[in-house]
């Protein structure tokens, strides 16, 4: 099974800020089968990025998807007011597909 | 425009059934992979069960193999998970999802709560 370990737990940033979340696996994601949701409260996620660096249909440029084998990141350029949500990574590279535990973005 | 509508969750003793559906629209129901993913209050997220676009194909976690049963019709453009022998620890929301690897669209959510 792979492990997806997300980073920071928490980030504390303030509108028009940039946001870096992490998203470590413990071994190599093959062919970066490596997606990111954002899910807000009361809602079901949302697609944002696959195949590690794809925008989804709809999704905002200020979203973009890097990384690869084990390292993976997703930026938000400027944080919107909607953007503060909770966001996981999810591989499906391996027969068992996983998600990372999540990082919550918040309003500092 | 792509929708995954789910039915109703509810209350169900430890020990008892419960029957998820979930009802797609805007597009070729039978041509994709269907998914069940949960979610226990305030956690994350968990891969419950897939099947394959023709359901010969059906995979589950350890943890519910032999209790859950995943399913589908394409003539009614239906996703279907049945629960039994329901634990406590199953407390949780139910999303069925299309399958592209990924998964692209997300039913609403079903709350399936597990008590005495």
């Known amino acids: 099974e792979i492990v997806l370990t997300q980073s920071p737990g928490t980030l504390s940033l303030s509108p028009g800020e940039r946001a870096t979340l992490s998203c470590r696996a413990s071994q190599s994601v093959r062919s970066s089968h490596l997606a990111w949701y954002q899910q807000k409260p009361g809602q079901a996620p949302r697609l944002l990025i696959y195949d590690a660096s794809s925008r989804a249909t709809g999704i905002a440029d200020r979203f973009s998807g890097s990384g690869s084998g084990t390292d993976f990141t997703l930026t938000i350029s400027r944080l919107e007011p909607e953007d503060f949500a909770v966001y996981y990574c999810h591989q499906y590279g391996s027969s068992l597909r996983t998600f990372g535990g999540g990082t919550k973005v918040e309003i500092k | 425009e792509v929708q995954l509508v789910q039915s109703e969750g509810g209350l169900v003793q430890p020990g008892g059934s419960l029957r998820l559906s979930c009802a797609a629209s805007g597009f070729t129901f039978s041509s994709y992979w269907m998914n069940w993913v949960r979610q226990a209050p305030g956690k994350g997220l968990e891969w419950v069960a897939s099947?394959?676009?023709?359901?010969?194909?059906?995979y589950y976690v350890d943890s519910v193999k032999g209790r859950f049963t995943i399913s589908r019709d394409n003539a009614k453009n239906s996703l279907y998970l049945q629960l039994n022998s329901l634990r406590t620890e199953d407390t949780a929301y139910y999303y069925c999802?299309?399958?592209?690897?990924?998964?692209?669209?997300w039913g609403q959510g079903t709350l399936v709560t597990v008590s005495s």
């Open positions: 099947i394959k676009e023709d359901g010969s194909e059906k």
């Open positions: 999802t299309r399958v592209r690897g990924y998964y692209d669209y």
